[in-house]
């Protein structure tokens, strides 16, 4: 008897990285918005511009906050990616092997492109 190895999740699978991924990317644009209306806030502060000349505290925070934003800026769009990767049914297929990245990989990491041989191996 001849098994096929499967070469993409089934529907139902990708249903339920769906929920996973659309969970984490609500909580990722929240802690986004945030972080930018902190920035906002500091920027608009006069405390915060005048503490900045006296001992480079506020800027200081305010490149922490800028760097936090930045990330979470990118974990959003990396999300966004792996919601149209499961549109067009190729999610969770390794970009370097060809594989399907195991679940459990993607359950911790839903915006992984790679598995952990892939990443192991760089």
């Known amino acids: 008897m001849h098994t096929t190895e499967q070469t993409r999740y ?8 769906r929920a996973i991924i659309e969970a984490k990317l609500a909580t990722a ?4 918005d945030f ?9 608009n502060s006069e405390d915060g511009k005048v ?10 925070t305010n490149e922490d906050t800028h760097n936090l934003a930045n990330r979470q800026r990118k974990l959003v769009q990396h999300l966004e990616n792996a919601l149209l ?5 190729v999610y ?16 911790i990491v839903p915006h992984t492109t790679l598995s952990i041989h892939a990443k192991q191996n760089r």
């Open 29 to 32: 644009r929240e802690q986004l």
């Open 51 to 60: 503490r900045g000349l006296d001992d480079g505290t506020s800027s200081m």
């Open 35 to 43: 972080y930018l209306q902190r920035l906002a806030e500091q920027t």
């Open 92 to 107: 969770g297929i390794c970009r370097v092997t060809g594989k399907l990245i195991s679940k459990e990989r993607l359950r």
């Open 85 to 89: 990767r499961i549109e067009n049914k």
């Open 10 to 17: 089934s529907d139902a699978e990708l249903a339920e990285f």
